[in-house]
Each structure stands twice: as C-alpha cells, then as structure tokens.
C-alpha cells in the first residue's frame, strides 16, 4: 500500500510540473518595426486595448530605442481611446517628464486634459475629476496659448467651469428648500466670485434675492435685485425677483441707476458690504 501512495504522489506531482511548464508565458523578443506595426493594425482596427499592448511591448522590449518614445504616446492615445483613461494620463504624464522639451510634449499635455475631462461626474456626485480636468486645462493653455490644443482647451475650460457653477449652485437650493438661508447665499456668493461669466450667473442672484427675502432683509435682497436688474434685464430670473418683490410688497428697485464701471459683482459687494 505505502508502494502504491508512493507512485500517485509521483504521478501527481509530475503532472502539476507539466500543466505548470505548459502555462507559463514564453519570451520571444521580436524586431520592434514588427511589434509597433502590430501595434498600429490593432489601433486601425479599433482594438485600442490590444494595441496599448502591443506599444508597451515595444517599450518593453526596446526601451532606448527611438521606437519606444513614440510608442509611449500612442499607448497613452490608445488607452484613451479605449476609454481606459488612468492608464493614458499614466503614459502620457510618463512622456512628459522623461521628454519634456519634445514637440509631441503639447500633445501629451492636452491627452492628460481630455483624459481628465471625460471622467467629469454629473453635479451630484463628487467633483474632483472636474478640478483635476480644469487644472490640466489650463495648462495646456498656459503652456502652448498659440496651439489649436489651447483652442479646444479654452472651450473645455468654459464647460468645465460651469460645471463647477452647477455643483454650487445645486449645493445651494438644497440649502435654501431647507431653510438654512446663510449657508446658502455663501454658495450663490461663490459662484459670483468664482464663476463669475458663467450661465449659472443670473439664477445665483435670483437665488439670493429668495434667500434675503425669506430672512426678512428687504434693502439687501432690493440691492442684489436690481445688480440683476442692470446686467440681465430680460432674463427669465429677473422676471422671477420682480414677481417675487412684488408678491412680498417690497419696493422695486431701477436696474438703471447703476454704475456701469465696476462689475457687477463687485458692486454689490460694495453696496452691501462697503
């Protein structure tokens, strides 16, 4: 019986020697035009995943090569556009820093942008893809202001700004339903101070007329209403503060006796607080 353990044991083990001989991945170096060319027919093929593979294999296997620099930025565009965008911020921030002075180096600063921006949440969620992605942003602009990556920068950089207005401005309401006043005009106020030529401008003063009128200070929500007044005479928010100003009995202020010099921010603050 102790014969016959002795020989399983042995037939055991030799097959877990074979299955594991068998699995084990074999280094076979290749000529680096072959891989990157492999590597460009999966990206052509839109197996974007495949072919960040294969330009990290080129990377791999070749890393002083002039191959390898380019196929640095490709795995990052590729990884972009496999929607994998931690690996192609990874690859391109990897370019930028060990070819700084390059001119792809633009290009790597922009896939860093984008990749940021196409992981902005909605306002209800968390923000700081969205600070991340503004931050890039600028500094492709920054950088490279004559680039046409500066050119689509500076339109992201506007959406994303108000996307950071909305995240205030949906802090705010919920602040204001739920009658916590104070709390809620300091969120209308920094979206006035932070994101001052945004779309969510005329509703931040509106709101904190609402917000003035509910705590009862009737010459602070006037002054904010007529700020509104001058600067968005035929908004819908304006047509709101009046209706909202004269259901409460409170007298309507002339948006024409404005100062025009300042902004309009900054004169209320002035007015307010000065």
Same mark, same amino acid.
């Given at each position: &019986? ?9 037939? &055991? ?18 000529? +680096? ?19 960040? @593979?294969?330009?990290?294999? +080129?990377?791999?296997?070749?890393? #002083? ?6 196929? &640095? ?11 994998? #965008? ?11 820093? !060990? ?5 792809? %180096? ?25 600070? /991340?992605?503004?931050?890039? !942003? ?6 490279? =202001?004559?680039?046409?990556? %500066?050119? @689509? ?21 919920? #602040? ?5 006043? !104070?709390?809620?005009? /300091? ?6 101070? @932070?994101?001052? *030529?945004?779309?969510? *401008?005329?509703?931040? !003063?509106?709101? $904190?007329?609402?917000?003035?009128? %509910?705590?009862? +200070? ?8 007529? +700020?509104?007044?001058? /600067?968005?005479?035929?908004? $819908? ?15 309507? =202020?002339? =948006? ?19």
């Amino acid at each position: &019986m102790r014969l016959i353990f002795l020989l399983l044991a042995m037939a &055991m083990l030799a097959g877990c020697q074979s299955r594991r001989i068998s699995t084990e991945t074999v280094y076979v170096e290749r000529e +680096v035009e072959s891989i990157y060319a492999t590597a460009i027919e999966r990206m052509e093929a839109g197996s974007y995943g495949d072919a960040a @593979d294969q330009f990290d294999e +080129v990377e791999r296997q070749h890393p #002083y090569s002039e191959w390898a620099r380019r196929a &640095m930025l490709m795995a990052a565009y590729s990884n972009y556009q496999a929607g994998n #965008y931690e690996e192609a911020i990874s690859d391109a921030e990897r370019f930028i820093a !060990l070819h700084p002075g390059n001119r792809s %180096a633009p290009y790597a600063y922009y896939l860093v942008a984008i990749s940021h921006f196409e992981q902005i949440l909605d306002v209800g969620r968390d923000q700081q893809a969205t600070v /991340n992605a503004l931050n890039a !942003l600028e500094q492709v602009v920054r950088r490279y =202001p004559d680039t046409r990556y %500066a050119q @689509d920068a500076r339109l992201k950089i506007d959406m994303t700004r108000d996307h950071l207005a909305g995240k205030e401005m949906a802090i705010g309401r919920w #602040y204001l339903r739920r009658g916590f006043y !104070l709390a809620a005009i /300091n969120r209308f106020r920094n979206v006035l101070d @932070d994101f001052e *030529t945004t779309t969510h *401008t005329p509703e931040a !003063l509106h709101r $904190i007329v609402e917000s003035y009128v %509910a705590l009862g +200070v009737d010459q602070e929500a006037t002054q904010v209403a007529a +700020v509104l007044g001058y /600067n968005f005479p035929g908004s $819908i928010w304006y047509e709101d503060t009046y209706r909202l100003l004269t259901e409460e009995g409170i007298a309507i =202020p002339n =948006p024409d006796l404005q100062p025009e010099n300042p902004s309009y921010w900054q004169r209320l603050r002035d007015r307010l607080f000065g």
